[in-house]
């Protein structure tokens, strides 16, 4: 069958005329307006649904293609050629899930992730886990298996059933299998309240059978097709709910607000509801710069890892107020880090995690809308009682420069010596602070990978604004940080990136070095580099004593590696604060990607790390942190 068959050919003109005259009256809309195409059209579903995801703002699309999207491909090729579309390649399917989550999350800009069927989908659908995680929508169009049942589908789940990768899929999130094509605009409808709408986004994931994909759809109404999805904020409606808010802050001296990723968007707002309670602020790792590091009211972030101060915080205050947060086990010491509060104020729009803890005031509804109501309603009750949160406050920012006494401390001290590299290396802490200053010297936003690597960084970095820093606690997924540089080649308006990553993470996705000289990134991978797990490591030592099977002792020649590839900037960062910092002025310098190979301290000496001060539901811990689980009241 090596020939095009002909209703092809007739159908492949219709699609160029068609792009050629949306491109000419500069959009879809206005096309549609001045009459440049008709409103109903006779097209095939790849056209039809690259049309409806332009209608949606959708213009951009992260692809491995195979033998289960060749007509998408065909209608994405006619579109780019138009100028319409843009279609980018990658070597995995992780990493460009990984790049379409930072593509929205940092950008604001909405891709689609493109695979075939079965290993493909397979990959990205588990790369598709950061986006459910932390709130990121993004479309994954995948494809599936042939709806007319001649037999089984290479690549198709083994498994005598119907639409199993639509039941797989929606499981992570809401999912569309387009069994029918005059299905699109219902899936369409759907896809556009998963992704755009304003709180807990998600992934979408669209099911495209193969034979489906070229089937005809007769007279679609491009009019019809829905577009992003508006959602108008919504408010808390009954008056009573703020008015006893406001009763717990006013009858309340130790107030600690936890600030989740989801108040990332209301810095402003937030910052006031913390100064206007007298509380002390919490903070997730998410949602780091939503307070100044240097505010007075910020005690950093708290949880499993955290840090003394917040920690503190959360350990002792009578009432917690919540604000974004989902209540994750690491963040949220496994239900147990607010063992001295005695009520709840909770601010979220998401109904599961605004009713989260017992004895709950919810105050269901947008961030910022509910904070403006708090605060109006609060100001005109008379405020809190100042002198009431004095001590609070002396306690909790004695705590605060203890914490920055031990952190300086490591600071002075940035090498050890380490018997693995034979000669003294810079600490993780060190090298962190070292790394994240210079970010902040030359406005790079900086990404970090799972693992100690992420942990160590949240400890360490001040930010003064959201999104300064994106670490991807949601999911802890190995290998995002490096993807998510990719996503400076695709942006509209890319900034510089740092992506810190441990030598683990990074070979979960070497790949990104030869992506990201084709896509155009901007950036530089910091490789620190212990040969080994060592988040992991340290885990196992501390409950059990030893480790086992989290080091391999392998020595990779990371820069040889890297300097492989043409394009690619590959450096040895030394083993001092002075050779670290050259070696990242010097990979700043170049117009590409480079990679920045630095050997860290790994072992006992407690000037290695910045330690933990949580607990955690996990190993030979779980008994005692149950136990203090179940002993709290909300």
């Known amino acids: 069958m090596s020939q095009v068959p002909m209703q092809h050919v007739g159908r492949l003109e219709a699609m160029e005329q068609r792009a050629r005259a949306i491109a000419g009256a500069g959009g879809l809309e206005n096309a549609l307006r001045t009459g440049a195409i008709p409103r109903q059209v006779d097209t095939t579903l790849s056209e039809g649904l690259v049309l409806g995801l332009l209608r949606q703002g959708v213009r951009k699309y992260l692809a491995v293609f195979g033998h289960g999207s060749t007509d998408l491909a065909e209608a994405l090729r006619v579109y780019e050629a138009a100028g319409l579309t843009r279609t980018y390649n990658f070597r995995n399917e992780v990493a460009m899930a990984h790049a379409a989550t930072a593509l929205k999350w940092l950008y604001g800009e909405t891709a689609a992730v493109l695979t075939s069927i079965g290993p493909g989908a397979l990959q990205a659908f588990a790369g598709s886990l950061a986006a459910a995680a932390n709130g990121i929508g993004v479309y994954h169009i995948y494809g599936d298996e042939t709806t007319h049942g001649e037999g089984p589908n290479m690549q198709a789940i083994p498994k005598h059933a119907q639409g199993l990768f639509g039941q797989l899929t929606a499981l992570m999130g809401e999912s569309y299998v387009l069994h029918t094509p005059d299905g699109l605009r219902a899936a369409l409808r759907r896809g556009a309240l998963a992704v755009h709408r304003p709180f807990r986004a998600g992934p979408f994931y669209l099911l495209l059978p193969l034979n489906t994909q070229s089937a005809r759809i007769g007279q679609l109404n491009l009019e019809a097709l829905p577009g992003k999805s508006a959602l108008s904020p919504m408010a808390v409606g009954d008056p009573a709910a703020i008015t006893e808010a406001v009763r717990l802050i006013r009858a309340h001296r130790r107030i600690v607000v936890k600030v989740g990723g989801g108040a990332r968007p209301f810095p402003r707002r937030v910052r006031a509801l913390v100064e206007?309670?007298?509380?002390?602020a919490a903070i997730s790792p998410g949602a780091l710069g939503v307070l100044p590091h240097t505010h007075p009211r910020n005690m950093g972030v708290s949880g499993s890892k955290g840090s003394i101060a917040g920690n503190y915080a959360t350990d002792h205050a009578d009432l917690l107020i919540v604000v974004g947060s989902r209540g994750v086990c690491q963040a949220d010491c496994s239900g147990t880090a607010y063992s001295s509060a005695e009520a709840v104020i909770n601010i979220n729009a998401d109904l599961g995690d605004v009713t989260h803890y017992n004895r709950t005031v919810a105050l269901a509804g947008d961030i910022g809308v509910v904070i403006a109501?708090?605060?109006?309603?609060?100001?005109?009750?008379?405020?809190?009682d100042h002198s009431r949160a004095a001590a609070w406050q002396e306690e909790c920012g004695a705590?605060?420069?203890?914490?920055?006494?031990?952190?300086?401390?490591r600071y002075a001290h940035p090498t050890l010596a380490d018997p693995l590299w034979g000669r003294p290396v810079l600490t993780q802490p060190a090298a962190i602070k070292i790394a994240a200053d210079f970010a902040r010297s030359i406005g790079a936003v900086k990404f970090f990978?799972?693992?100690?690597v992420q942990a160590v960084g949240f400890q360490v970095v001040e930010d003064d604004e959201p999104n300064q820093t994106v670490t991807e606690t949601g999911a802890s997924y190995m290998g995002f940080a490096v993807s998510a540089l990719?996503?400076?080649?695709?942006?509209?308006?890319?900034?510089y990136g740092i992506a810190f990553s441990g030598d683990g993470s990074f070979f979960m996705n070497p790949q990104?070095?030869?992506?990201?000289?084709?896509?155009?990134?901007?950036g530089t991978i910091l490789l620190l580099d212990n040969r080994r797990m060592s988040a992991i490591s340290g885990l196992q030592e501390a409950q059990y004593g030893h480790d086992?099977?989290?080091?391999?002792?392998?020595?990779?020649d990371y820069v040889r590696l890297a300097s492989a590839v043409p394009g690619v900037t590959a450096l040895d960062g030394g083993s001092s604060p002075e050779a670290l910092r050259a070696a990242l002025a010097e990979a700043a310098r170049h117009d590409g990607l480079s990679l920045v190979h630095l050997p860290v301290y790994y072992g006992l000496d407690p000037l290695g790390g910045l330690g933990a001060y949580g607990v955690w539901n996990v190993g030979n811990w779980c008994d005692e942190v149950q136990a203090r689980y179940h002993s709290q009241v909300i």
Do not use: C, Y
């Open 512 to 522: 990104v070095l030869v992506d990201g000289v084709l896509h155009g990134a901007k």
């Open 486 to 495: 990719l996503a400076s080649g695709l942006a509209e308006r890319p900034r």
């Open 276 to 280: 206007a309670v007298n509380g002390a």
């Open 548 to 556: 086992f099977k989290t080091s391999d002792g392998i020595a990779v």
């Open 449 to 452: 990978d799972a693992g100690d």
């Open 399 to 409: 705590k605060k420069r203890e914490w920055e006494a031990f952190k300086a401390e």
């Open 373 to 384: 109501q708090l605060l109006e309603a609060l100001t005109a009750a008379g405020g809190p």
